[in-house]
């Protein structure tokens, strides 16, 4: 029986339909070449397709194979090159575009290592003392940039040097986008470290007085603020603004630059776009129990004692303006956070629900039941994914878009009072028990686990530098540590877990650092490269009155650690 032909109406549909995809498609490569020619400071922004959605596997290299020409004549503009543009296909401009920014990144790099030519005696001495921040290694007379693969180490054989800067740019963007790109920053930390002290040591050899605590302190700067205890501190991605909130109800932006305040606003009367100093607001006033700052900076949000999620902007006025408050849960909000590169926020409440929000178009997406106690922390990457812990000793992973949560316990029970992500598959934890431990997505149990990290103290806070290797956690006992995720070789044998949970497969926390800040500091976070650490200090805990460290002060803090 012979096929039945269509109508020829249907055929021209369908011709015309292909019509508008190719315009449609040549629209978007217009746009996509403009927005390549016009930015100049982001060397990532045209590779990163799939880094959104933290669960691609190919998020970097979606740009199609396949044979095609090259039509590298068609990209310089003018009407023979939009007539170009218009015949070919997509698998061509896939294959053109692909090129097209394959060459960029190729002259980038050939620019970033021809730049410091003239003074390879001094570049040699500070790659060889372990001063370079690119990560490269000397060898064979020539410096190469060794890649970055999570779980290698220095030493081992799997341990391998790009040749190729081009490849090497890739690779880490593709890792980039499945969430597992590690910088390895903790020896470079350390180096740093042990470097400062031998300057401090030779300059004060002829001081007897001179005190190793006093060496440390000067590299702590605490800025008195707030009316009541600090409770939680935000650092934006640029690393020049810092934002802490407090149970006097205040939010507070400061300068990371100079340690001062610049702006203040927060929740009840008087406290909404105001100046620098303000007066005392009167009216009721809810304490902030959680502040988070977006990816790109334009967005604050905010949620504590009246049980909304503020939503700030950053970009009216010059100033933080209220300009939305989300309604629906039945308890004080403790802890709110943005998705990466993204507008979503997440929030966590005593009310035991994890809520999803859209902060563009300021509407509510779903609730996710769970926890059996009062939520205690909440972080998020790239992926849309969720990571809570609550006071019924439990973190849970919320898959959002497959609409599971997976469930992580550690027995003695005890309250997990913060958390923070060091990749999408890695996280760090602190618990009242005292102890502070990481965490794997495919493990029930942590991996490594380090007891009495501050002395039997409380963890009140914990920080994880995204993607690395370095960590940092505070208490009330005086200082703040800072401590190296040693993460064992995956080829090795896996050593047998110590009875009560020493963790094991060779995970390690070591310590790196100390640095003396007196009360209890309530937030923790990271600067670019581990520079120095932000942190929120007051004299009580951040969730309660049950004891108090008089004399500490009520601020904001600044940490230098190299």
């Not at 988070?292 to 933080?320: F, H, N, P, W």
């Not at 039941?369 to 009062?374: A, K, N, T, W």
């Amino acid at each position: 029986m012979s096929k039945k032909r269509k109508p020829e109406a249907s055929q021209q549909r369908q011709r015309r339909r292909g019509v508008k995809r190719r315009q449609r498609a040549g629209l978007f490569r217009d746009e996509f070449i403009q927005g390549q020619s016009g930015s100049d400071g982001d060397d990532d922004a045209a590779l990163r397709f799939g880094e959104a959605d933290g669960d691609s596997d190919d998020g970097l290299l979606r740009l199609g194979h396949g044979d095609g020409s090259d039509d590298d004549s068609g990209a310089g503009g003018g009407d023979d090159g939009q007539q170009r543009r218009a015949r070919e296909t997509a698998e061509e401009a896939r294959i053109r575009m692909a090129r097209q920014m394959l060459d960029r990144i190729g002259a980038e790099e050939d620019e970033r290592r021809g730049g410091g030519s003239d003074s390879d005696e001094e570049s040699s001495r500070s790659k060889a003392d372990g001063g370079d921040e690119d990560d490269e290694v000397y060898e064979d007379g020539v410096y190469r940039r060794r890649s970055i693969m999570p779980g290698h180490k220095q030493g081992d054989a799997s341990f391998q040097l790009d040749m190729d800067p081009v490849a090497r740019r890739l690779q880490e963007e593709a890792l980039r986008a499945k969430g597992v790109l590690r910088k390895p920053l903790a020896a470079l930390l350390r180096a740093k470290l042990s470097r400062s002290e031998d300057d401090v040591d030779t300059a004060d050899a002829a001081d007897d007085d001179y005190d190793d605590e006093a060496k440390k302190s000067s590299r702590v700067r605490v800025t008195r603020g707030h009316q009541k205890t600090a409770t939680c501190v935000c650092l934006s991605e640029d690393d020049q603004l810092a934002y802490t909130g407090s149970k006097d109800g205040s939010i507070f932006q400061w300068d990371v630059e100079t340690g001062k305040r610049a702006w203040a606003f927060g929740f009840g009367p008087g406290y909404w776009r105001r100046a620098d100093t303000p007066a005392r607001p009167s009216g009721k006033r809810f304490g902030v129990a959680s502040v988070a700052v977006s990816s790109d900076g334009k967005m604050v949000v905010a949620g504590g004692e009246d049980k909304l999620v503020r939503v700030y902007d950053t970009r009216i006025g010059q100033q933080c303006a209220l300009v939305h408050s989300f309604k629906g849960h039945q308890d004080a909000v403790t802890a709110v956070t943005f998705r990466r590169n993204t507008h979503q926020v997440y929030s966590g409440s005593a009310d035991r629900t994890v809520r999803v929000w859209d902060a563009d178009r300021r509407t509510y997406v779903e609730t996710l039941f769970g926890h059996q106690s009062s939520i205690t922390a909440i972080d998020s990457l790239f992926a849309e994914r969720a990571l809570t812990s609550g006071e019924d000793g439990t973190t849970r992973q919320w898959k959002i878009a497959e609409e599971k949560q997976l469930l992580y316990k550690y027995t003695p029970t005890t309250s997990i009072d913060c958390l923070r992500m060091l990749t999408e598959q890695r996280w760090f934890t602190g618990a009242q028990d005292g102890s502070v431990r990481m965490w794997a997505s495919n493990k029930k149990r942590p991996v490594a686990t380090q007891p009495n990290a501050h002395h039997g103290q409380w963890i009140t806070s914990v920080a994880a530098k995204v993607f690395s290797d370095v960590l940092a956690s505070g208490s009330s006992d005086g200082f703040v540590r800072v401590w190296q995720y040693d993460e064992a070789d995956e080829k090795s044998g896996h050593k047998k877990r110590k009875k009560g949970g020493g963790g094991g497969g060779g995970h390690r926390l070591l310590p790196i650092e100390s640095l003396p800040l007196k009360g209890f500091v309530n937030g923790l976070a990271f600067g670019s490269d581990a520079r120095f650490l932000v942190a929120a200090v007051g004299q009580e805990h951040r969730l309660g009155r049950w004891s108090r460290v008089r004399g500490a002060k009520n601020g904001f803090a600044i940490l230098k650690l190299y």
